[in-house]
DNA sequence: TGACATTGTTAGTTAGGCTAACTAAATTTA
DNA sequence: TAAATTTAGTTAGCCTAACTAACAATGTCA
């Protein structure tokens, strides 16, 4: 390993700490699962229609790239949300390859109902935490939020 | 809502939280996806490989409460675990429904082997982080480590 | 205008989660 | 001790979500 010395230690640091955090979102994420699902709308699903709802309208090219997903796949997610008509295509006037998608109001409306539900049982143990223990995870989220664009 | 009034915005602050962090640990995990599967084992195989090569042997039934996954879930992953010889099953002398599984030499190999790799795109990001900021991050991943059994 | 690029869709595969229904073994109880 | 119940795992079947490959439709440009 060529490393300066003071950062030999920062590397294994490194190391065990990415595979921490990776532990940890695996787990997380099996965890909200049901919540999602009790919401009557996938995790999948959930996450890409509040990007729209959030967001705004935005293509089919534009959302799959927010999500990190191919466009096939992002494809399938919008079919099943349009077919549960919380997502509505528009054509694009100008051209007439792409896809405009709008979460529908509906789509607005569970999203905003759901927002508390989706999450309760996590934001509820959060609450739980002290304020400086709380802040402390604020603060890793936004560091994690910063490093996934370049990851 | 019944609450002492300091933490009505915690409340809010929670909820905004939990939901910041389902995010991130869906779109962390999509990056790692890509990570694993060089590996040579899946996301879910390799995890629960790691229980087992870190942990040592245990039965099925403790592997998927580790894990929290369903039995059957977990029967299917060891399964194929199996047939990549990277798991092997021994019968418990003491009770004849238990199955006790151990990682093999090929299993703890591919682990060790995998340790770096898996994570090698996340542990570098990490590494350009500053200190402080690796701190924050590993104290809010303790905190999760911490938080997730009760979720 | 014809070649190329871009945008989405369709088809097919693999993986990982679930529940329900089953077998086999152990334990409890009448 | 025999029957009933509980526990551990497996099998089967279903669903979601990811991928790649191949395609159709549209736009762009030399």
Redesign the interface.
């Known amino acids: 390993m060529k490393r300066k010395k003071s950062?030999a230690a920062?590397?294994e640091?490194?190391?065990e700490?990415?595979?921490?955090?990776?532990?940890?979102?695996?787990?997380?994420?099996?965890?909200?699962r049901q919540e999602d699902a009790a919401l009557g709308v996938s995790?999948?699903r959930a996450?890409a229609l509040s990007v729209l709802a959030f967001g705004g309208a935005r293509t089919l090219g534009e959302l799959a790239a927010a999500?990190?997903?191919t466009a096939p796949t992002m494809s399938r997610l919008v079919a099943a949300l349009e077919a549960d008509l919380l997502v509505a295509r528009e054509p694009d006037p100008a051209d007439g390859r792409v896809v405009r998608l709008r979460a529908t109001a509906a789509g607005l409306r569970l999203i905003e109902r759901g927002?508390?539900r989706?999450?309760a049982?996590?934001?509820?143990?959060?609450?739980a935490?002290a304020?400086a223990?709380?802040a402390?995870?604020?603060?890793?989220?936004a560091?994690?939020?910063g490093?996934?664009p370049?990851?």
Chains 1, 2 share one sequence.
């Open positions: 950062s920062a590397g640091e490194s190391q700490l990415a595979l921490r955090l990776h532990a940890a979102a695996i787990h997380l994420l099996r965890r909200l995790p999948a996450s999500e990190q997903v927002r508390a989706r999450t049982r996590l934001a509820a143990r959060l609450e935490l304020p223990e709380r402390a995870l604020e603060r890793a989220v560091l994690l939020e490093l996934l370049e990851l």
